[in-house]
């Protein structure tokens, strides 16, 4: 299956528009999730690059996290890890181009829990890392029992990123499968009202 065009994408408009919908989301989730009583690291970053990828299959896809970081970061600003954050975002971004081409049910639906698991723990490993580097040895004593503690002290905030990755990040690949259902449906439609 080759990657959509730009051009594909103007006549498959419903694509990004639902892409754009999911940021709008992501930000509007990012922002109020405290009001909401969510847990601390509940986030759809991670679904939502992998609706985008799905969606687009274009490499803009990648784009989805930043889009979802910058807006919300705007909204309620970022912490001294801000450069351990962003990165570790653009690679989920990165990752999420693996994954736009599998199609088949089972196969987006693993491929799915893989991504959410995966973007977890480089979200979880690179940010805790993050404290432990830029701490000056305040936080976390530049040793491997420091860079240990610093892990052990994320865990708490490691559980409800990798819960909510395991439930938001399939929901993502349903989606991008009703859509890729409904185009079908459309062009049988079309092919038998031409007949």
């Given at each position: 299956m080759r990657d959509l065009t730009f051009s594909d994408l103007a006549r498959r408009w419903w694509r990004p528009a639902v892409v754009v919908l999911a940021v709008v989301g992501a930000v509007a989730l990012r922002r109020y999730k405290d009001e909401?009583?969510?847990w601390p690291n509940v986030e759809v970053l991670t679904a939502t690059a992998f609706l985008?990828?799905?969606?687009?299959?274009?490499?803009?896809?990648?784009?989805?996290?930043?889009?979802?970081?910058?807006?919300?970061?705007?909204?309620?600003?970022?912490?001294s890890i801000l450069a351990f954050t962003w990165s570790a975002w653009a690679?989920?971004?990165?990752?999420?181009?693996?994954?736009r081409r599998v199609r088949g049910g089972w196969r987006r639906?693993?491929?799915?829990?893989?991504?959410?698991?995966?973007?977890?723990?480089?979200?979880?490993?690179w940010t805790n890392f993050g404290v432990w580097a830029i701490g000056d040895g305040i936080w976390y004593p530049h040793t491997w029992g420091g860079l240990m503690a610093s892990y052990a002290a994320g865990l708490p905030f490691l559980r409800p990123q990798l819960l909510a990755n395991l439930a938001f990040v399939p929901v993502a690949a349903v989606v991008v499968s009703l859509v890729e259902r409904a185009e079908r449906a459309r062009v049988a439609a079309d092919t038998f009202a031409r007949a």
């Open positions: 909401l009583g969510l985008a990828a799905g969606l687009l299959r274009n490499r803009v896809a990648a784009v989805a996290p930043f889009a979802v970081a910058a807006a919300s970061d705007l909204l309620i600003g970022n912490t690679v989920i971004g990165l990752g999420s181009l693996l994954v639906y693993v491929a799915a829990l893989g991504f959410g698991v995966g973007g977890t723990a480089v979200f979880y490993l």
